[in-house]
């Protein structure tokens, strides 16, 4: 008996994006499973984060469907969004607008339909629940200005999982931050894996991760070109350009193994990889 899909926190069928005359995405498949943790792999420009902001309706899809918990994200209103956490790339650790810890977490809270969401007991309990999760809870009151950038992407990760979502994306979370950060991040994500959410993360490398990922997606020039568990990476888990190269031959050894990666002619103009990821 075939499981449905329609319940599985991603799914996304022939998924093609195009930004200006550049094709980003081109027939990209990807199914999460709940309770999964996938890594999303590729070199700068190969479409992983713009993959991650088109399932989330960020993007426009040229063809092609992607659903979230079974809703067709091109119709927001009717898309889980309380079901949904995202972390987008972490620009700098701070805005100019003096914020703490505990009122960046309570934003969280807020949108569209819930403007006041983040007033009153209830959502300050929950704002200090998801910096507890993050290992922060007693910095609640400092100002995010004084944080270094580990201890700010655990802010906008205790932002993401305010509203207790089921699925939480992650988009470059290990970028920018020391070992001794990205080594306290592992153990939350892991912590968080055990918990039972659905982890999706964008990476250049695995790094410190990669006892938290149980499957890797390759992407590369905007199409799927390795979606496996990442023991079947062995130990070139942690070397993408070993990763690509050995698929490369496999595809020469065995050309009806799998899709190809992508050396053909694109239908429109090369995009650049500083744009897009």
């Not at 009151?141 to 089921?166: C, T, W, Y």
Request: proline share 4%; charged share 20%.
């Amino acid at each position: 008996m075939q499981v449905s899909t329609l319940t599985h926190p991603i799914h996304a069928e022939g998924v093609r994006v195009v930004l200006g005359d550049s094709l980003v995405l081109d027939g990209v498949d990807l199914l999460v499973r709940s309770g999964e943790s996938v890594a999303l792999l590729g070199a700068n420009g190969s479409g992983k984060s713009t993959l991650v902001r088109t399932v989330l309706g960020l993007l426009p899809v040229a063809s092609g469907t992607v659903t979230l918990f079974g809703s067709d994200v091109t119709n927001r209103r009717d898309v889980a969004w309380q079901r949904v956490g995202y972390v987008p790339q972490r620009i700098g650790s701070a805005s100019g607008v003096p914020a703490t810890a505990l009122e960046v977490v309570r934003s969280g809270l807020l949108g569209p339909r819930h403007l006041l969401a983040d007033r009153g007991r209830r959502a300050r309990q929950a704002a200090m629940n998801a910096l507890d999760a993050v290992g922060l809870a007693h910095r609640a009151q400092d100002h995010v200005q004084v944080f270094s950038g580990g201890q700010m992407q655990r802010v906008l990760i205790a932002r993401a999982l305010v509203r207790a979502p089921e699925l939480l994306l992650l988009d470059e979370p290990l970028a920018g931050i020391d070992r001794a950060s990205r080594e306290s991040l592992a153990q939350i994500l892991t912590d968080l894996r055990r918990s039972g959410l659905t982890l999706v993360t964008v990476l250049h490398e695995m790094g410190e991760l990669a006892q938290v990922v149980e499957r890797a997606v390759v992407l590369d020039e905007g199409r799927v070109v390795l979606d496996a568990p990442v023991q079947d990476l062995g130990a070139d888990q942690h070397d993408l350009r070993t990763v690509l190269a050995k698929r490369v031959e496999d595809d020469h050894d065995h050309p009806h193994a799998g899709p190809p990666i992508a050396h053909h002619a694109p239908v429109l103009s090369t995009r650049s990889s500083q744009d897009q990821r």
